[in-house]
């Protein structure tokens, strides 16, 4: 069975870092792009950053580029997140979600939940 | 950046009715064009991608069409489960935008 498991999220003050991880199973990990998907409190989707299957592209949303970087463990199965510079509206549930057939989105984890307190 | 629109943003319909959900690009997307269903307190789920094509595991009463600028997500007959938010979803230039989500309740 396709398993992502986000782990790391909790209550962080502005200005403060965070990583989140996410631990991947039942598939072949080498094979697969990754994102970062997030969602605010009563809100939509919105995409944070994507890596490539051999970590050699990553990309950003313009909301956070300069803030976050995204990395990948291939020989551990596991995406992470790591946050600086974290601001209040970065509160979100953030999902960890595996690169699907023409561009979609075709797996994704249960969320982890980071709030961001001014 | 691609701005996806979706409309209405709210759908209220009974049981066993027909839905039809729209989701309206900036510019083309050929049909790079992705719908996800999210119900409360879950995760998204991929339903259709390349517009018209179902995931595994999705039943045959959802339905997508479309290319271009133009999509539509289509339910056939509405079941209990199927109350939920829909979202599109594209990626040009790796850059991915969803729309804002239309939501299916109980009438």
């Known amino acids: 069975e396709v398993q992502l498991v986000e782990s790391g999220g909790g209550l962080v003050q502005a200005g403060g870092s965070l990583r989140l991880s996410c631990a991947a199973s039942?598939?072949?990990?080498?094979?697969?792009?990754m994102n970062w998907v997030r969602q605010a409190p009563g809100k939509g989707l919105e995409w944070v950053s994507y890596?490539?299957?051999?970590?050699?592209?990553?990309y950003y949303a313009d909301s956070v580029k300069g803030r976050f970087t995204i990395s990948r463990d291939n020989a551990k199965n596991s995406l992470y997140l790591q946050m600086n510079s974290l601001r209040a509206e970065d509160t979100a549930v953030y999902y960890c979600?595996?690169?699907?057939?023409?561009?979609?989105?075709?797996?994704w984890g249960q969320g982890t939940l980071v709030t961001v307190s001014s | 950046e691609v701005v996806l629109t979706q409309s209405p943003a709210t759908l209220s319909l009974s049981p066993g009715e027909r839905a039809t959900l729209s989701c309206r690009a900036s510019?083309?997307?050929?049909?790079?064009l992705a719908w996800y269903q999210q119900r409360p307190g879950q995760a998204p789920r991929l339903l259709i991608y390349?517009?018209?094509t179902r995931a595994t595991g999705i039943p045959a009463r959802f339905s997508g069409s479309g290319s271009g600028t133009d999509f539509t997500l289509t339910i056939s007959s509405l079941e209990p489960e199927d109350f939920a938010v829909y979202y599109c979803?594209?990626?040009?230039?790796?850059?991915?935008?969803f729309g804002p989500g239309t939501k299916v309740d109980i009438k």
């Open positions: 979600v595996r690169d699907g057939e023409w561009d979609s989105f075709d797996c």
């Open positions: 039942g598939f072949r990990f080498t094979a697969y792009s």
């Open positions: 890596i490539s299957s051999s970590i050699s592209t990553v």
């Open positions: 510019q083309s997307v050929n049909t790079y």
């Open positions: 390349d517009a018209s």
């Open positions: 979803q594209q990626r040009t230039n790796r850059l991915v935008t």
